[in-house]
């Protein structure tokens, strides 16, 4: 059903421009809606080919009156209309919902109990429980709150062993394979380090005085991670 969207989790808040292509998802960017991406902890987006079709926050700045001191909240969901009805937004919330409990949060959400289609599926998922309701402007608002079957659920997912979110890429096909040449350069890099050490033993060493030992000369070489770049999609989701 997805073989033509890119999901994304990006744990970066999104920037100006980043911000400014989900702006144009959301029916309403006000305060609010800024102090939640602020805040993001993480965001997840969806994509068809270059167009952004739905996104969803996992935020900490939380106002609802949930009974949970380490709170992360699953909010600002949205999706086009026209890519509804596919199970993006259940996919989404999973992807949300493993982030926050491997990030060591109580994972909450915020349904407006005028959506019917949204609170009727988390009272039917074992991963979450209704926590209260309370009333804000004048409507009627859900706190679902993750259980201990979603702690269980995450654990046994297959990534779950590791210490970092894990990049799924998509193999690439038989006419996509490295060329020759492309193989030869790779593994002239990788040995360029023998070479570089071997290169190091012919430069003369340097003394200073006539009791001065012979020095060593050496190369280290070092890499740095390249800064996680924000990738994402963005859906409206007018809620919390």
Known sequence: MFENLTFTLSPLSPNGAEREELATLYP??????????????????????????AAGLVHDSILAPTSAMDALELGSMAVRPDYRRMGIRQHVTALRLEFALNAGGTPITIINSANPASWAYYERSELWER??????????????????????????????SEDAIEAVIPVP????????????????????????????????????????????????????????????????????
């Open 28 to 53: 309403l960017v006000d305060d609010r809606w800024h102090q939640k991406m602020d805040r993001a902890r993480a965001v997840v987006t969806v994509r068809d080919g270059q167009l952004l079709v």
């Open 131 to 160: 926590e209260r309701s309370f009333e804000q402007d004048d409507q009627t608002k859900f706190i679902y709150r993750a259980t201990a079957l979603a702690s269980d659920w995450a654990a046994n997912l297959p990534q779950a």
């Open 173 to 240: 096909s038989d006419d996509l394979a490295p060329s020759m040449e492309l193989e030869t350069a790779l593994e002239q890099v990788l040995d360029l380090p023998a070479e570089l050490g071997a290169m190091a033993a012919m430069v003369p060493s340097i003394q200073i005085g006539p009791e001065a030992e012979a020095g060593e000369l050496g190369l280290s070489l070092r890499s740095s991670d390249a800064e996680n770049d924000w990738f994402g999609t963005a859906a409206a989701d007018p809620a919390f």
